[in-house]
């Protein structure tokens, strides 16, 4: 009985509520000086449960000639009706959240005055905001991103999107990709390796969205750079582990454009999905 009533109390119910529940799981035609017997609470309470389990649609009030009974409806019409409270609830507090964060989102960023700006952020160890710290740059960039990605790329859905919105909008996007190890893309959160020629295919679809890409057999460090103003650096060493690592984002325009040089002179070294595929065949 322990057991049944801790379950009860995490689907939402009190004690005391946990308690009549089970009674009236328990038994037939029930009064409420019986149900609070049964239940060891007191009787007011039992009543005043009662009638919010009848107004719930949990139980049914019976009258009788002497006393009014209660009795529980079908278990699974209110397992059904149980299911429908916690998922109205669940969406309810979901919305809320979003439209609590979207209110606060704004109060935050306004809170950055000038002379309260950094130039470096450091994101250390395993950090899951990470992809969404690269989508609020893109976010606020509108003209041009530089990306140099080794071994690893994280493909999802809304990076798609965002990413074809920014070229939409006129903004360049120009990636390097790394040919010369395996390479891997993580999918709804799990990390795939792919052969040479999957890969080739997937970044010959990216140019469908009006990417530029080419290939290059080493990249030194993974990069992204916006607007020529802000540089992402993800470190690379391949003695800590992926989770582990630390990220840099660099807000500064002389180090930005030194890394776009750095970048032009890669790019002018690479190849075209196209010509890498043709060089593969011959």
């Known amino acids: ?14 004690v005391y509520e946990s308690k009549v529940f089970l009674t009236l799981f328990e038994g037939h035609m029930l009064s409420g000086s019986d149900v609070a017997k049964k239940a060891d609470i007191p009787r007011s ?13 949990i139980c ?84 041009e991103l530089l990306i140099m990605t080794k071994l690893e790329a994280h493909i999802s859905a809304e990076a798609d999107k965002n990413t074809v919105e920014f070229i939409k909008n006129g903004g360049k996007v120009r990636s390097l990709y790394e040919v010369g190890s395996k390479f891997k893309i993580n999918k709804d959160g799990e990390w795939k390796e792919l052969s040479t020629d999957e890969m080739l295919d997937m970044l010959i679809s990216f140019t469908d969205n009006g990417e530029d890409i080419r290939l290059i057999d080493k990249v030194n460090q993974n990069m992204a750079i916006y607007d020529r103003k802000t540089v992402y650096l993800s470190l690379v060493d391949p003695t800590i582990s992926r989770y582990n690592r630390s990220d840099v984002i660099i807000k500064n325009e002389n180090y930005a454009n030194t890394m776009a040089e750095y970048f032009e002179l890669q790019w002018t070294n690479a190849l075209t999905p196209e010509e890498f595929k043709n060089r593969r065949e011959k």
């Open 1 to 14: 009985m322990e057991e049944i009533i801790k379950y009860l109390e995490n689907l939402g119910f009190r």
């Open 45 to 57: 309470s039992a009543y005043d449960i009662l009638k919010q389990f009848v107004k719930k649609g």
């Open 60 to 143: 049914n009030e019976i009258e009788t000639s002497s006393v009014v009974k209660y009795e529980l409806i079908d278990p699974e019409i209110v397992k059904d009706k149980l299911e429908k409270d916690i998922n109205d609830s669940f969406k309810f507090r979901m919305t809320n959240l979003k439209s609590s964060f979207d209110k606060l989102q704004p109060i935050f960023q306004s809170r950055e005055l000038e002379g309260q700006k950094v130039d470096v952020e450091l994101l250390k160890g395993f950090n899951k905001h990470r992809f969404a710290k690269q989508l609020e740059l893109l976010k606020a960039s509108s003209d």
